[in-house]
């Protein structure tokens, strides 16, 4: 039986509002809940300033709303103005009783120890994230453009705005409204423009509420708006990435399998500079840079012709060739850009036959043929299967070379500590784990794995490419470690 939005308003008035005294509902801080098929969500209108504190009552909520029948999700959201809700369905910070299996990206040891690695959208062939060291550069206007063009070389194509506090894509696309749930009753249906699938957190927040959440809340979001949204099958699907190397960006990147990356960057020296971060966020996690794109990189002036380069010219081609990535193309400064931007029709789409959607024909076309090459040179991910006992762990790559490596050998030789010291004076020397074993292998994006021991540790990442060093090498860095051991007059038993 459903539940009802009275239901959910008599639950919420068990939990006190911020001054401890009325409850959240009679306080007026609750939005209209919306209610899809066990979910229940709504936001909670708050201080900023207290949102750190009050996490306790958003958490409180959700658990009073778990405790109805019929409810088997809760999403409560914390907002900086109440949300004039009008009962469509929505997204937020995540079920508090999460999905298990590789959609939350967490593995377990399958049928004979084997591991279940993450998968990614199901329909989807390949996701593309478009990123920026920065905010300012035009990268969702650049993201839209280049998902439009992927579309125009007969590719089916959708945009994810994963820009979870200043999402752009609704306007650029011209869109409003709130998508409508799917026929099989449990995901959304994603918004539609110029044949492009969109989901963004504009569709489900009202424009101009702020939201209040913290990093794992937006990752959970954006889990969701990946995972329960019926996208059909798609070629391509864009990301829009937050700007920056945050938590966010971070783990956004870790968590799903992604094709490649673009950056987005514009000619000057400080856009530069964050561009570069963001590019070696995306090297240490092992996705593919497909290339750099430099916007605003010209102005024409619309009257006498005059080209001028405002924020200088060819920066980020030179820096593409510096950190030996591709240069996709330069796009201009141009009123026709802006302003078909703002009237929510992009140029490729608007203007298909203009010199401007020229170019993102042309960076299109580059962006596909590096995911060719990517893919054709991508590591695959090695089969990772645990031994009976759990105390080995063998790790088989796609040239069937294998290596059988000891459960005490990967959690003495773990990367969270190794990194704490570049001598072996400086690292943490760990003992007494003659007898530990492995519990769960979580697998990290396509190229590590979180590898979690009996001892509780499960900190460390274990690339690929690590767990081949530890495999060619372990004999001496075992011998290593047993001299260091008995240096420091310490013991491997518990």
């Not at 989807?124 to 998902?147: D, Q």
Request: hydrophobic share 40%.
């Amino acid at each position: 039986m459903a539940v009802s939005q009275e239901q959910v308003l008599e639950a919420l008035r068990r939990v006190k509002g911020p001054d401890l005294e009325s409850n959240v509902v009679d306080l007026g801080l609750v939005s209209e809940p919306a209610i899809s098929s066990g979910k229940v969500s709504l936001s909670v209108s708050v201080d900023p300033a207290r949102a750190q504190e009050l996490e306790p009552m958003r958490q409180a909520c959700e658990s009073v709303l778990l405790q109805l029948d019929g409810v088997d999700a809760a999403m409560v959201v914390l907002t900086a103005e109440r949300a004039t809700g009008d009962g469509g369905p929505r997204a937020g910070g995540g079920p508090s009783r999460p999905p298990q299996g590789p959609a939350r990206g967490r593995a377990a040891p399958g049928p004979g120890g084997g591991l279940r690695r993450a998968t990614g959208v199901p329909g989807v062939r390949h996701m593309i994230a478009v990123a920026s060291g920065k905010g300012g550069v035009g990268k969702s206007t650049t993201a839209v453009n280049l998902a439009l063009a992927l579309q125009a070389q007969g590719l089916t194509a959708g945009i994810l705005d994963a820009d979870i506090y200043g999402p752009s894509q609704p306007r650029l696309l011209g869109l409003s409204g709130k998508p409508q749930t799917a026929t099989d009753g449990k995901r959304l249906r994603p918004m539609e423009a110029f044949g492009l699938k969109v989901m963004s957190m504009g569709f489900l927040v009202d424009e101009g509420t702020p939201i209040i959440w913290r990093g794992p809340m937006v990752v959970s979001a954006l889990n969701q708006m990946m995972r329960e949204v019926d996208w059909g099958p798609l070629d391509v699907m864009v990301i829009d990435m937050p700007p920056g190397t945050g938590d966010v960006q971070l783990t956004m990147a870790q968590q799903v399998p992604l094709a490649g990356a673009v950056i987005v960057s514009t000619p000057q020296d400080l856009a530069l500079i964050d561009a570069r971060k963001g590019l070696s966020m995306f090297k240490k996690v092992d996705v593919p840079v497909l290339g750099i794109i430099e916007n605003m990189s010209y102005f024409i002036c619309p009257s006498c012709g005059e080209r001028a380069e405002i924020f200088g010219h060819g920066g980020a081609e030179h820096e593409a060739g510096a950190l030996n990535v591709p240069f996709l193309g330069a796009v201009p400064l141009h009123m026709d850009i802006r302003a078909k931007s703002d009237l929510g029709q992009p140029i490729v789409a608007s203007a298909p036959d203009s010199p401007h959607a020229a170019v993102f024909g042309d960076i299109a076309a580059r962006v596909l043929a590096q995911l060719d090459a990517t893919g054709a040179t991508a590591q695959s991910p090695p089969v990772l299967t645990l031994s009976n006992d759990r105390k080995s762990l063998i790790v088989t790559y796609e040239d069937a070379t294998s290596y059988t490596l000891s459960a005490e050998l990967l959690r003495v030789m773990s990367p969270s500590a190794e990194v704490q010291g570049h001598s072996p004076d400086q690292r943490v020397t760990v003992a007494g784990k003659r007898d530990v074993t492995i519990t769960d292998l979580r697998p990290v994006g396509n190229y590590a794995v979180r590898i979690v021991f009996a001892d509780g540790h499960d900190t460390g990442l274990f690339t690929w490419t690590y767990l081949k060093t530890l495999g060619v090498e372990q004999d001496q860095r075992w011998a290593a470690y047993l001299a260091e051991l008995e240096a420091k007059q310490m013991s491997r038993d518990p």
